[in-house]
């Protein structure tokens, strides 16, 4: 896979929740500090500084609560050694670099109503985490057959002049029909009519799906990590940093 491009510290993609919340998504944003979130039932991904503070740190733990295990999905700082790293995983970042996007005829657009199907295709798919307000976030489509939804995918993330790809997922007795690129390209149609650019993450380890990805037009533009982080039961002011590799 190459990269395009060099990494710029300064991009919105290299800590796009913080670019989401305070951007497209500000309306959602839950904040303590310069600690921002989605309200829990719509997505866990949360926001820190570019380069978190001892403050930030007792901010965030005050927020989700004490001994709470936090989701830090994209963060690759350093975490305080107060703080108990309970999940590490490498991720990638990829972006449209020529996505052949189009609408689909038989996509249709799901809403709340569609929820504890989408919750249930979600329970057996295991695309990643969604949640009961997730569909708030943006535009998902899916495909029934039979009148069951069989394959979803829809938008997460809003950094501004860009939409993330989420929840791309398929039923096991459709699978190899092609049904999730074609949602992915749907979706992508309708995030490039409003002017934004389609990007989107996934597990390093998920091969597949990076390989149907960049079959279809994105190109990794960076490595990341999804990790969590179980809060102390009392944050001690000013404590060190500790890496997180």
Do not use: K
Request: glycine share 10%; charged share 20%.
């Amino acid at each position: 896979m190459s990269v395009i491009g060099p990494r710029s510290p300064s991009h919105v993609l290299d800590n796009p929740a913080l670019a989401s919340l305070t951007g497209p998504h500000a309306h959602f944003a839950e904040r303590r500090g310069r600690v921002l979130r989605y309200p829990v039932d719509v997505s866990p991904w949360l926001a820190l500084p570019d380069e978190p503070e001892a403050r930030d740190w007792a901010d965030l733990a005050a927020l989700a609560g004490a001994g709470v295990e936090v989701p830090l999905n994209g963060y690759c700082g350093d975490v305080p050694e107060d703080w108990e790293i309970t999940f590490q995983v490498g991720g990638v970042q990829l972006v449209d670099d020529g996505l052949a996007a189009a609408p689909d005829a038989e996509a249709v657009r799901l809403g709340p109503a569609d929820v504890p199907e989408m919750l249930d295709l979600v329970a057996r798919t295991q695309p990643g985490p969604f949640l009961p307000r997730t569909v708030e976030m943006g535009t998902y489509l899916g495909i029934r057959r039979e009148g069951a939804l069989v394959a979803m995918a829809g938008e997460r993330l809003r950094p501004p002049g860009w939409t993330e790809i989420s929840a791309v997922c398929t039923d096991a007795a459709v699978r190899g029909q092609g049904l999730a690129g074609r949602l992915i390209l749907a979706v992508a149609h309708g995030i490039r009519e409003r002017g934004d650019t389609p990007f989107l993450h996934t597990s390093a380890r998920n091969t597949n799906a990076i390989r149907l990805y960049e079959s279809l037009g994105f190109r990794l533009r960076r490595t990341t990590s999804f990790l969590a982080a179980r809060a102390p039961e009392r944050l001690t002011e000013g404590r060190a940093a500790v890496p997180v590799g």
